[in-house]
């Protein structure tokens, strides 16, 4: 009997850290090919078009030499795709560890579909334990700060203007010899990363001025705003062990004396500790549970928190199974 060993190649982004980004960025030109027409990469109005690719071994102070299939876009910007899979030129071609430059883009691509067809079944169809929710649309009045959104729309005006004298800057330094063709890519995709995020803060503005209204006896101005409010307790349930679990924290804080605390205050008081869920499948019961707070007045407000949502009947729906939901301590 011939045994067969089977092998798991992974297959990753690299993740956009310093080091990781410098490493791509000194991936030689001459490593560079023309990608072919159509390839882009992003999503929706992040979507970029791929211009070149390179397929190199890089040098990471953790794994060692690896393999990175890299790819960059018509604004500079460089992507990399991990992997362990051999290149043809260094194996059998019946190996099954072999994959090509553009089997290692076409499997990325494949598995990014696999993956966006799950979220998409699980976050819109229901299909893995995430109870449905309606939404709630407020129209609120907010007080607004006319005199400083006028200032913010002035210095983002006067970035703009330096921004692109910047460009200029960079160009003319090129034609000198000053710069070499990456250091001008670099900088030239950070100029057009902040100009787009200045582009967008002025746009926002725009609107916000032309909405404010100002009263006529008191001259205070305010702005109106439309948001979309999950219901509280399902919104409770979803993101209990999240960080950005603002309702709970906000009750919670409410009940400690700590209303106005600032979001990072509030993470801190209680999202140290942890939960869990419990499923009883013969009473189709759903036990949410926490750890036990380090402070007994916060214990407290939780467990009044808790009793509240108890007496409330909220239904978690899971493989088609409706399960009560209870929290417990």
Known sequence: MVERQQHIIP????????????LLAAVPEEAFVTAAAGCTVGKDDQEQTVQRVADVDLAFADLGVQRVVVLETASGTRLGI?????????????????????????????????????????????????????????????????AAAEAQATRAAKRLTKYQAARQQHQDLLAQGALSPQ???????RLTRLQTQTEQEQARLAQDLTDVQTDP???????PRTRVVLDVRK???????????????HL???LLGLDGAGPARLRREFLAHG???EFDHVNHILTVFAKPFSRARTQRAYEWLCAQLNTRPVTFIRDGTAYRVRFGW
């Open 11 to 22: 297959l990753t982004w690299v993740k956009a850290t310093a080091p990781n980004r410098a």
């Open 82 to 146: 991990f992997t362990t899979a051999l290149r043809p030129a260094v194996t059998r071609l019946a190996d099954a560890r072999a994959m090509t430059t553009i089997a290692v883009l076409e499997t990325m691509r494949g598995k990014q579909r696999i993956e966006n067809g799950f979220k998409v079944r699980r976050h819109e169809l229901a299909s893995d334990a995430l109870p449905s929710h309606a939404v709630q649309i407020n129209c609120q009045t907010e007080p607004y700060d006319l």
């Open 183 to 189: 250091e001008f890519k670099t900088l030239a995709a």
């Open 217 to 223: 006896t008191t001259g205070q101005t305010t702005l």
């Open 235 to 249: 919104l409770t349930i979803l993101n209990l062990s999240k960080d950005h679990t603002l309702v709970a924290l």
């Open 252 to 254: 919670l804080a409410h």
């Open 275 to 277: 939960d869990r869920l």
